[in-house]
Structure formats: structure tokens, C-alpha cells
């Protein structure tokens, strides 16, 4: 492939300082896949697998002027949110991409592997009513699943059916990722796309310690395969394989008498 034929793929998320998830993350999945990586940072996250001490936001007039920058030099051919920490930054970002014709992923970052909310419930409302209309597809997990549809998911047809109901009602390609389920049996993501149910299955994989960023690292693989042209199917796919492979090469240190793990890139 020559160089000037690469595509290009836009993250717009949070920095993270430990380098496991969030902007550092998506360009270390898009230079994986032959994208070309952007970044507009929304936010600038002090945080480890192990915890998330602070936030600070991006001004809104730069989180703007990054975007549309970028978008006005460099032929985008798939974009993805990770982390947007306000309710105006999520109005932000959907008033710029509601006109373009590019495949949009939106990753609905709310709360931290950790289990820190990061999300106000009007930020929340903002990315159901604002942003889910500009997507292409949307990737919670089941908690951020829960939170959009006001119901609890517990079982594989309550996977189904979230899909299926995030999808209907926002016209929008959904993925649900099932890590969340409790057991030890093997994993299954559940993707609802143009009206059909597509299920992926993977091995469980017992990980003890923190690692965090398996989100931002599927939905940035996933933008890469759109970024790539490839249909949402093998997208997907792909994506799911190579975060399997991420995981079960993690890395790992005992730092302070604690076990941290970060994705094995």
C-alpha cells in the first residue's frame, strides 16, 4: 500500500497518563491495523487500571478547533468518542459530525473500569438524544447498556434484546459487550445491525489485578476496520480477535504491593 493511500481514522476521547486506555490506547490500535491516527482530546485523565483521581476538561473552543481542523485537512474515513466529560462537550461533538458522511463509533464512556462514575446524568441524557443520532454504531458495555435503556441486563436474551431495543430506538448499529455477565463461561458480544442479531463468542479469561482500556481498545479496532472498508461484520470481528490476543498477551507489574496489567500491545 503506498503511503499517500493509507486511511485515516480520528479518536476524540480523554489522554490518559498511564498509557492503557483512552487516546494513548486508540492510536496504538490504529497504527496495528495500517490507519493513520488523529486525536482531538476532550480531557486529561490522571489515572491508573487501579484508580481515576482526577479530570480535567479540554475548554470547549479547543475541543472544537482540534476537530475541526483535522477534519478539514485530512480525508477522515471513520471516526470514534471515547470519553466526552460534559454534557457540552457531547453537543459539542454531535453538532459537528450530525451533517458528515463518516462512519462515526461511539464508544459511551460512563463509568471507569474502577467503577468511578465519570458521566452526569444530564451528560448522559445528552449522549442518548444528541449524539447516538450521528453514529454509525454504539459500544456499551452492559452498565452503560443499563444506564441508556433504565433496565438491568443479567442474562444472554437480556443481552439480545438491549441490543436490539438501543438499536431500534436510536437507529444506530449496536454492539453490547457481555464481560460484564456473571459466571466464568464463555463470553458473548451481541451486535444488532441493519435489523439482524450477530453473536460473537470468545473464551473467558480470568485476569486478577487492574487493566482497564478493553473498551477504547475494541471500539478504536472497530473504526480502524470501518476506517478500512470493511463491512461492520468483519469489522467487529476482527476487532473482538484482536482484543483477545491483547488481553491474553497482557503485561504485568507488582508495583507497591499491588498487581497492574495493561494490554499486551
Not at 486529561?44 to 479530570?55: D, F, G, K, N
Not at 430506538?169 to 457481555?178: A, D, M, N, R, Y
Not at 442479531?197 to 486478577?208: A, E, G, M, Q, T
Not at 497482557?250 to 497492574?260: C, D, L
Request: a negative charge.
Amino acid at each position: 500500500m503506498d503511503s499517500i493511500d493509507i486511511p485515516v481514522a480520528l479518536t476524540i476521547a480523554g489522554s490518559d497518563c498511564s498509557g492503557g486506555a483512552g487516546i494513548q490506547a486508540d492510536l496504538k490500535t490504529f497504527q496495528s491495523f495500517g490507519v493513520h491516527g488523529l486525536s482531538a482530546i476532550t480531557s486529561i485523565v490522571a489515572e491508573t487500571p487501579l484508580e481515576v483521581r482526577h479530570i480535567e476538561p479540554v475548554e470547549i473552543p479547543l475541543l472544537q478547533a482540534q476537530i475541526n481542523l483535522l477534519l478539514d485537512t485530512y480525508p477522515v474515513n471513520a471516526a470514534k468518542t471515547g470519553l466526552l466529560p460534559s454534557r457540552m462537550s457531547i453537543i459539542a461533538v454531535a453538532e459537528i459530525f450530525k451533517d458528515r458522511q463518516i462512519s462515526l463509533v461511539v464508544d459511551p464512556v460512563m463509568i471507569a473500569s474502577t467503577g468511578t462514575s465519570l458521566l452526569s446524568e444530564d451528560a448522559i441524557t445528552a449522549q442518548s438524544t444528541r449524539l447516538l443520532p450521528c453514529a454509525t454504531l454504539v459500544t456499551p458495555n452492559i452498565p452503560e447498556a443499563e444506564s441508556i435503556l433504565k433496565r438491568t441486563i443479567i442474562s444472554e436474551a437480556d443481552l439480545e434484546q438491549a441490543a436490539n431495543d438501543i438499536g431500534e430506538q436510536h437507529e444506530v448499529s449496536c454492539l453490547v459487550k457481555g464481560g460484564h455477565l456473571p459466571g466464568k463461561d464463555d463470553r458473548i458480544d451481541i451486535l444488532w445491525h441493519q435489523g439482524e442479531i450477530h453473536h460473537f463468542r470468545h473464551s473467558y479469561v480470568d485476569l486478577p489485578g487492574g487493566m482497564h482500556g478493553t473498551g477504547c481498545t475494541l471500539s478504536s479496532a472497530i473504526t480502524a476496520g470501518l476506517a478500512l472498508n470493511h463491512p461492520m461484520e468483519k469489522a467487529v470481528a476482527d476487532a473482538i480477535n484482536y482484543l483477545q490476543e491483547l488481553i491474553r498477551s497482557a503485561h504485568t507489574w507488582k508495583s507497591h504491593g499491588q498487581t497492574i496489567r495493561c494490554l499486551g500491545w
